[in-house]
């Protein structure tokens, strides 16, 4: 599976937009993206995921670049809950998932009152 | 919530001590994963089960090992726990067909003193 670079950090003030970005550049063609997220001390929340096709639903949209190098996760109205870890994971998903998912160390996402 | 239990929520052991960490997946979902998140990583795959096998692993040594049941719960079984083996871990139940898309357990915060 392909590689990601996500920031380390990033802050948002409450009901803006939150557009957090994710570089995946040796990408394959048939490697989907997919994000998740942790609040902290509870498991991990499936977001959203694509593979070539900007992709909505009522959580987030993701936009991916033409050539699939990178992408942009956004929330469109950040609330405070959306606090915690965002993980931009791209997967082959062959196999049938055989081979989990490859968590790197995500952007920490603080929003601000 | 994702419909996926996990028990117990923290357990603590001595070294060389076995534990077994307990999942219930999501009505409909047939397929589980099984991941270790030590403090302030992201979470690492461990193995996933399917129709009662293994059916992929990550980089774990033989004493994890791991049970599907025919109402595809599952058990990880932990051996001669080392210290390192500290750690949250998680469950997360899908559909054989869109394995990468993963509903998560709240884990289990296992010590080992």
């Known amino acids: 599976d392909a590689k990601t670079t996500q920031p380390t950090s990033m802050d948002c003030a409450e009901g803006r937009a939150a557009n957090l970005p994710c570089n995946h550049s040796?990408?394959?063609?048939?490697?989907?993206v997919y994000w998740y997220r942790q609040i902290h001390s509870q498991g991990p929340q499936y977001i959203i995921h694509?593979?070539?096709n900007n992709e909505t639903n009522e959580m987030a949209s993701l936009i991916i670049t033409e050539d699939r190098k990178s992408s942009t996760l956004i929330l469109p109205h950040a609330t405070l809950r959306d606090t915690a870890v965002y993980y931009c994971?791209?997967?082959?998903?062959?196999?049938?998932?055989?081979?989990?998912?490859?968590f790197g160390k995500g952007t920490h996402l603080i929003i601000q009152p | 919530e994702t419909g996926v239990t996990q028990s117990p929520t923290h357990l603590i052991k001595t070294r060389g001590q076995q534990v077994t960490l307990r999942c219930s997946s999501q009505?409909?979902?047939?397929?589980v994963s099984w991941y270790q998140q030590a403090l302030g990583q992201g979470p690492q795959f461990i193995f996933q089960?399917?129709?009662?096998?293994?059916?992929g692993r990550g980089n774990f040594p033989p004493r994890f090992s791991g049970l599907q049941f025919p109402n595809y719960s599952s058990e990880l079984n932990v051996n001669a726990l080392e210290l390192d083996d500290s750690a949250l871990y998680l469950c997360?139940?899908?559909?054989?067909?869109?394995?990468?898309?993963?509903?998560f357990g709240p884990g289990t915060r296992l010590t080992v003193l």
């Open positions: 997360a139940s899908s559909r054989r067909e869109y394995a990468d898309t993963q509903y």
């Open positions: 040796t990408i394959s063609g048939n490697e989907y």
């Open positions: 694509g593979l070539k």
């Open positions: 994971i791209v997967t082959s998903g062959k196999g049938g998932g055989a081979d989990g998912l490859t």
């Open positions: 009505s409909g979902h047939n397929t």
């Open positions: 089960y399917y129709r009662e096998e293994e059916n």
